[in-house]
Each structure stands twice: as C-alpha cells, then as structure tokens.
C-alpha cells in the first residue's frame, strides 16, 4: 500500500513557475514508477510525466515537453514535478500516481493516486 500526498500548488501568472511535490509513504518507494497527470474541468484526466524507478529514463506528454521536468528523490519518498513557462491551458488539478510498468500513460497503469493540487495559470 502506498499513500501519495501532493503540495506546491497554487496560483500563478503565465511564464511563471511551481514546483510540485508529492510525498511517499512506505518503505517501497523505488519499487514504484512515478507519473503525473491533470485534470482540467470538463475534461478527461490526462498524462503529463513519468518517471522510471530509479529516474534514470523519463517520459513526457508532447504539450509539456521542453517546459516540464520530472524527478524523484528516493532517499526521501518523494517525486517532483518543476513546471516552466507556464500556460493558461495548463491549469488543472494535478494528481501523482504510483505504477509497476514504466512507459505507461494511461490511468489504469496506475495502482495508488494522491488527492491532488490545483494549478492555476492566469493569463
């Protein structure tokens, strides 16, 4: 079992940036591939990023790539999410998900999910 819980949201101008975190808890961190969706209102929760167990290969939605960076710190159960020139289109909830399988992109790849934390990109 594995409990994700998400921070650094917030409100923030376009080109700006944020950093979000979310936090582990368990002893079996990097036994997990990491990933980060969104969700903007009236749509379908979307792939943004993923993150191998070690981190040694990553993965990117094309709408985010060049402007996001994904990470992970296993020593301290916690992956990362460094947002760059940020969108109004980017403004979403943004929910992290722990997985087996690297590569994968899609919801039901993904077995634990964190509340989330909204992202807000004014124009």
């Given at each position: 079992?594995?409990?994700?819980?998400?921070?650094?949201?917030?409100?923030?101008?376009?080109?700006?940036?944020l950093?979000?975190?979310?936090?582990a808890?368990?002893?079996?961190?990097?036994?997990?591939?990491m990933?980060?969706?969104r969700?903007?209102?009236?749509?379908?929760?979307e792939?943004v990023?993923?993150?191998?167990?070690?981190?040694?290969?990553?993965?990117?939605?094309?709408?985010?790539?060049?402007?996001?960076?994904?990470?992970?710190?296993?020593a301290?159960?916690?992956?990362?999410?460094?947002?760059?020139?940020?969108?109004?289109?980017?403004?979403?909830?943004?929910?992290c998900?722990?997985?087996l399988?690297?590569g994968?992109?899609?919801?039901?790849?993904?077995?634990?999910?964190?509340?989330?934390?909204?992202?807000t990109?004014?124009s």
């Amino acid at each position: 079992q594995v409990q994700l819980v998400e921070s650094g949201g917030g409100l923030v101008q376009a080109g700006g940036s944020l950093r979000l975190s979310c936090a582990a808890s368990g002893r079996t961190f990097s036994s997990y591939v990491m990933g980060w969706f969104r969700q903007a209102p009236g749509k379908e929760r979307e792939f943004v990023a993923t993150i191998s167990w070690r981190g040694g290969s990553t993965d990117y939605a094309d709408s985010v790539k060049g402007r996001f960076a994904i990470s992970r710190d296993n020593a301290k159960n916690t992956v990362f999410l460094q947002m760059n020139s940020l969108k109004p289109e980017d403004t979403a909830v943004y929910y992290c998900a722990a997985g087996l399988r690297y590569g994968a992109t899609t919801r039901r790849a993904y077995d634990y999910w964190g509340q989330g934390t909204q992202v807000t990109v004014s124009s």
